[in-house]
Structure formats: structure tokens, C-alpha cells
């Protein structure tokens, strides 16, 4: 069974940081989707008091899973009272525009409102 939620242990998400090149800090946090205990992707971010900022988001090459995987990571922030996010040097630009989450490029920032719609955009990408 597909699961998507928050991971908890630290070490493994210092692990996905070190990894994928990013730097973590306090606020570093993961989402992460697993089959059976077999890891299909992740987001890694950071959740402060002001906003979410998007690091990585795996994988690449299969929207539907990625685009449930990005939502799960903005409903984190949602749950946390944060209703603003943006997406840092390192995250997946193309990834995030083909699947229609930015709102500024020029800001950098991410639709937090799209995680209340469906995935209907993606699906002629």
C-alpha cells in the first residue's frame, strides 16, 4: 500500500539531505511515499514560522505520484498554520511548472491554494 506522510527520523532525513546536496537546518524537514516500506519519493523542505520552502522533490518522471507528494508537503505547512511557500535554488523548476504549483517565479513562490484543487492540470502535461 502507497503511503505519504511525514518522516520523523532525523537521521534518515539528514541522510536524503546529505544525498540529494542540501542543506539542512533546524527547520529541515521530509514528506516521503513508500510502498511496503520501499522508498518512491520525497520532498525535502523547511517550515519556519513565516513559510515552506521546497528543496527537492523526487521523482521526476511520474507527475501523478510527484504532484501527491508535493500537496502532502504544503499540508504540512497548512497544518502549521503556514500559508505561504516558495521554492529554493535547488528545487525542480520544470517539475513544478509543468505540474502548475508556481504562483511568482520571479519571488519564487508556490500556489499553496492549488493543494485545495485537483490534479486536473497535470493530466494534459
Same mark, same amino acid.
Given at each position: 500500500?502507497?503511503?505519504?506522510?511525514?518522516?520523523?527520523?532525523?537521521?534518515?532525513?539528514?541522510?536524503?539531505?546529505?544525498?540529494?546536496?542540501?542543506?539542512?537546518?533546524?527547520?529541515? +524537514?521530509?514528506?516521503?511515499?513508500?510502498?511496503?516500506? &520501499?522508498?518512491?519519493?520525497?520532498?525535502?523542505?523547511?517550515?519556519?514560522?513565516?513559510?515552506?520552502?521546497?528543496?527537492?522533490?523526487?521523482?521526476?518522471?511520474?507527475?501523478?505520484?510527484? &504532484?501527491?507528494?508535493?500537496?502532502?508537503?504544503?499540508?504540512?505547512?497548512?497544518?502549521?498554520?503556514? +500559508?505561504?511557500?516558495?521554492?529554493?535554488?535547488?528545487?525542480?523548476?520544470?517539475?513544478?511548472? @509543468?505540474?502548475?504549483?508556481? @504562483? &511568482?517565479?520571479?519571488?519564487?513562490?508556490? +500556489?499553496? &491554494? @492549488?493543494?485545495?484543487?485537483?490534479?486536473?492540470?497535470?493530466?494534459?502535461?
Amino acid at each position: 500500500m502507497i503511503e505519504i506522510h511525514p518522516l520523523r527520523d532525523k537521521q534518515k532525513i539528514a541522510e536524503l539531505y546529505i544525498e540529494n546536496n542540501v542543506i539542512m537546518n533546524k527547520n529541515s +524537514m521530509a514528506v516521503i511515499c513508500t510502498d511496503c516500506g &520501499d522508498c518512491l519519493g520525497f520532498c525535502l523542505f523547511d517550515l519556519d514560522s513565516e513559510a515552506l520552502t521546497l528543496h527537492t522533490l523526487k521523482p521526476e518522471n511520474d507527475l501523478f505520484l510527484v &504532484d501527491g507528494i508535493l500537496r502532502s508537503a504544503l499540508h504540512v505547512g497548512v497544518e502549521n498554520g503556514i +500559508m505561504s511557500a516558495f521554492y529554493s535554488e535547488t528545487a525542480p523548476f520544470e517539475l513544478l511548472k @509543468k505540474l502548475k504549483f508556481i @504562483k &511568482d517565479i520571479e519571488k519564487r513562490e508556490l +500556489m499553496v &491554494d @492549488k493543494l485545495f484543487a485537483s490534479c486536473k492540470n497535470c493530466e494534459n502535461t
